[in-house]
């Protein structure tokens, strides 16, 4: 007999009454019942009862554990009585009489419990993580995590892409967010970076020749933390295509996303490949109020400001006579809610930082509200006939400079379809976002800049950079959106030297800059460049949309807390005087702090 176990503890059945077997896991949670012991025995697969009398020699040292502690069990398989069964188990129908049982390892008082589904502070979860990953749900949305992985992986290769590795240590980048550093010890006073993606990399690989690539990266950005981002590392389905138009990007790409979300969505309905709306941008603005929209929501914002230009509503009157705009929100069926309900939506929003939130009501076609009795009912009826809503249907109105109306009317979109239960949770709803604008005007420079990647295809190419305003240029760039989750932006790259030194002008960035920031890839696009694009949808997002997680810690091995600290292994941590001379560094604490160890000063050598 094996020295720790013939079976795993979610292996046996009735088929296995009477045979003598070995089981070894973690003792889950103990029953006593005076003469008799129960105790639930796991491992990676499962649960075994485990049974033993007081008279057994395995009771007393049952009896005398704690839950945690590791053992091994000898016994026979027994059925259990028809009112003992478990059908909720997939052992449930047996149990193992112990007359043997060797300690593994003794397990202390636990600092958080692994049975039941208690919240504990995130702190304690993080730095006991190896505890928390024993419990049912972050064990399964782990496993769930290693079964989408592989399954996209043979997806992807099924799509003639072939896997690739890139490097880890490269060189910082001018763009995007702050880069890791790390220092060369054999080169004093450079350092690498850790890739905040495989962005030239890919690309390069594209103008190597190599036509389809894609690997599961690892990404680094030193970043605050976000629900859906997390701090440090994070991985993505890198992936780059050569000879494509944009449309051959969304047909390759669609159905690893939507046979993956089909595969593990357990009963959830998936938005066929093939059928992923394409919205533009400016569309999804107006629409939606964002550009990462959740299509369950079937509350769409109108544009009303012409409705209110010198009407007799003043406030609106003047905000649109400074520039602003006004947006309307429907709340279906809300003809039997109180005012209450409404005045709460107002606060809510001067809670966001807003200044409020206008309404009307109806109920059965009658008008109610502030806003109908001054801007008259004649007008408010063509207003509501124009929105096309029912006769008991409210109405929210967003006013304000454009970027914050626009701002407020989709947050206050999805307030209200949540108040009402209008989103259905069972829906994985996919769609792409595209035409995004290629330059944006930086209030604080006071120049144009790069809006989205500025590495992106411009549409219309070098003729558009030479005759468009730069406001009006759209870009081959795209993000993909599943139920107002963005998993990933991409975009048909710009493969043109002169295209490229021309989009970074208008930015106003010099050949030079261009030269020096981006020498590789500039360089390699002069030796002869295909067309390519590509995207990077987030592992860690698609796995918290399945497991139904708000926060990616919960889909993560090792996550992070929210300063970037690792609590379970002390990173980030001090190093030694000598490793810091080796380095060539020396440390500058804050402005305003004490180094308490003068050794932490070190000169370099």
Request: glycine content about 8%; some cysteine; charged content about 25%.
């Amino acid at each position: 007999m094996h020295a720790y176990r013939t079976h795993n503890c979610g292996e046996l059945r009735e088929g296995h009454v009477g045979t003598r077997v070995k089981l070894s896991g973690w003792v889950h949670r103990k029953r006593d019942h005076g003469n008799l012991l129960f105790v639930d025995l796991r491992d990676h697969y499962g649960i075994t009862q485990i049974v033993s009398d007081v008279a057994d020699e395995a009771f007393k040292t049952l009896e005398g554990l704690r839950v945690e502690s590791v053992i091994t069990v000898e016994g026979e398989v027994v059925r259990r009585d028809a009112e003992a069964a478990n059908p909720n188990l997939a052992t449930g129908q047996i149990e193992i009489h112990a007359d043997a049982v060797e300690v593994q390892s003794a397990a202390q008082e636990l600092p958080l419990p692994v049975f039941g589904d208690q919240e504990y502070p995130e702190e304690i979860r993080l730095r006991y993580r190896y505890l928390d990953l024993r419990r049912e749900r972050l064990h399964n949305n782990i496993m769930l995590r290693s079964r989408v992985i592989s399954s996209i992986r043979g997806r992807m290769i099924d799509q003639g892409f072939t896997e690739f590795q890139t490097p880890i240590l490269t060189a910082s980048s001018p763009e995007g967010a702050r880069d890791y550093l790390v220092p060369s010890r054999v080169h004093p006073g450079k350092f690498y970076a850790l890739p905040q993606a495989p962005q030239m990399f890919k690309q390069l690989l594209m103008v190597a020749g190599f036509d389809r690539y894609f690997q599961i990266a690892p990404c680094f950005r030193d970043e605050d933390a976000r629900a859906d981002r997390s701090p440090g590392e994070f991985y993505q389905l890198d992936f780059e295509m050569s000879f494509v138009t944009q449309e051959d990007v969304f047909a390759a790409i669609e159905p690893v996303l939507a046979g993956v979300f089909e595969e593990f969505a357990d009963g959830r309905s998936v938005t066929p490949a093939g059928q992923f709306p394409r919205i533009p941008y400016r569309e999804a603005m107006l629409r939606y109020g964002s550009d990462k929209p959740d299509l369950r929501n079937p509350v769409l914002i109108s544009d009303v400001t012409d409705h209110f230009r010198g009407s007799g509503f003043g406030l609106f009157a003047r905000i649109i006579e400074g520039g602003g705009i006004v947006r309307a929100i429907p709340a279906p069926g809300t003809a039997e809610k109180s005012r209450k309900f409404f005045d709460d939506m107002n606060e809510w929003a001067r809670s966001e930082g807003h200044a409020g939130l206008g309404y009307i009501t109806q109920k059965g076609g009658e008008l109610g509200g502030p806003i109908a009795k001054n801007h008259g009912e004649e007008a408010t009826r063509r207003l509501v006939e124009t929105l096309g809503i029912g006769p008991d249907d409210g109405i929210f109105f967003a006013a304000g400079k454009p970027d914050q109306a626009a701002k407020l009317a989709g947050a206050a979109r999805t307030r209200v379809a949540e108040e009402l239960g209008l989103i259905d949770r069972n829906r994985f709803d996919f769609c792409w976002i595209v035409d995004f604008p290629m330059y944006e005007y930086d209030e604080e420079r006071k120049q144009v800049d790069f809006s989205h990647n500025p590495f992106s295809m411009p549409q219309g190419g070098i003729e558009a950079l030479e005759t468009k305003d730069p406001l009006d240029i759209l870009a081959f760039q795209y993000d993909i959106v599943c139920n107002g989750v963005e998993l990933s932006s991409g975009a048909i790259r710009n493969h043109r030297p002169d295209i490229m030194y021309k989009a970074f002008e208008i930015a106003g960035y010099s050949r030079e800059d261009v030269d020096t920031n981006f020498s590789g890839m500039i360089n390699a696009f002069k030796f002869g460049a295909p067309p390519h694009g590509g995207s990077a949808p987030g592992i860690d997002r698609i796995v918290m949309l399945l497991a139904d997680e708000p926060n990616l810690r919960e889909v993560v091995l090792f996550p992070m807390n929210q300063r970037a600290e690792d609590l379970m292994m002390g990173a980030p941590g001090e190093v030694t005087a000598k490793q810091l001379r080796e380095l060539h560094i020396r440390l500058v604490p804050p402005s305003g702090t004490a180094d308490k160890d003068p050794a932490r000063s070190v000169a370099p050598e």
